[in-house]
């Protein structure tokens, strides 16, 4: 008799499984959808660190002082206030959401690109941004790898570098010279962000006639992800390059923009 109690017991608990199971593939797609069911225990899951809002499944038992109900209201006083946090990782993930899906892209890149993994994790290319920069001469590059730094004219006049977003969390800088415009020579952006230096700061450090006051500078490194060894860009198919004089003007691009000017 035990041996039968115990078996329907397990199957009972079998059907309540493929039920539960069958309610949640009919909600998986579902914001705001709940599952009322007859049991006892109350089980609590956040999605990273938060409360799911649109899902919930809450046991109901028929009992006037421990019904289950009080769960139920708990947890609407929950969602309410959940929704009233403006700082929430839910409200990050809509907005992202809502920036990736308003518009129809049309990209598409399918070259080698480093794996997003480690510190590269963010490496999503249409938000990896690259600077162009031009070297004026041998010495000037000469420097450049000597130091590990890079120069942007700062100021009013013509020439100089706008700051942005791209330009102060850019990743990569791609530099070419004079009468080239092909160029396979890409640095790594170590600093966070440029440094300001005087005339007097780049003349200390041997920098060739410097013409300006002050300088946006910002530390390189010369080794970059083994995927872009091989490569060159064609610097005028950027987005942003201006032919004849004004050839040598700093630019910045995304990395998707980047690898459309791959010379292959």
């Known amino acids: ?43 609590k899951r956040k999605g990273f660190h938060e409360l799911i809002p649109g899902l919930g499944a809450f046991a109901i038992r028929p009992s006037r002082t421990d019904s289950g109900r009080d769960e139920l209201k ?13 700082a929430s990782q839910r409200e990050k993930v809509a907005f992202r959401n809502f920036t990736i899906y308003n518009e129809r892209s049309a990209d598409e890149l399918r070259e080698p690109l480093p794996e997003a993994v480690g510190k590269n994790r963010d490496l999503i290319p249409d938000d990896t941004f690259v600077l162009v920069g031009y ?21 009013a006049r013509a020439g100089s570098l706008a ?6 969390n850019a990743r990569y800088l791609l530099l070419h010279g004079p009468g080239e415009t ?52 064609d610097v005028t ?10 050839s040598g003007l700093p630019f910045s691009v995304s990395l998707t923009e980047l690898m459309k000017a791959l010379v292959k």
């Open 1 to 43: 008799m035990a041996k039968r109690k115990k078996a329907d017991m397990a199957d009972h608990d079998r059907d309540d499984l493929l039920k539960m199971h069958s309610y949640k593939d009919a909600i998986r797609r579902t914001a705001g959808a709940y599952v009322l069911y007859p049991g006892a225990g109350v089980y």
């Open 74 to 86: 708990r947890f609407l006083n929950d969602v309410v206030a959940h929704f009233q946090n403006r």
């Open 135 to 155: 070297y004026k001469n041998d010495s000037h590059l000469t420097w450049i790898r000597k130091h590990n730094l890079y120069n942007f004219r700062t100021g």
């Open 163 to 168: 700051l942005g977003v791209r330009e102060v």
């Open 182 to 233: 092909v160029s396979g020579m890409l640095f790594k952006v170590r600093s966070p962000a440029p440094r300001l230096f005087s005339k007097q700061d780049l003349l200390q450090k041997g920098y060739p006639a410097p013409s300006r006051e002050l300088y946006l500078v910002y530390e390189t490194d010369p080794e970059v992800e083994p995927e872009f060894l091989q490569m060159r860009w």
């Open 237 to 246: 198919r950027l987005p942003g390059y201006r032919a004849n004089r004004a």
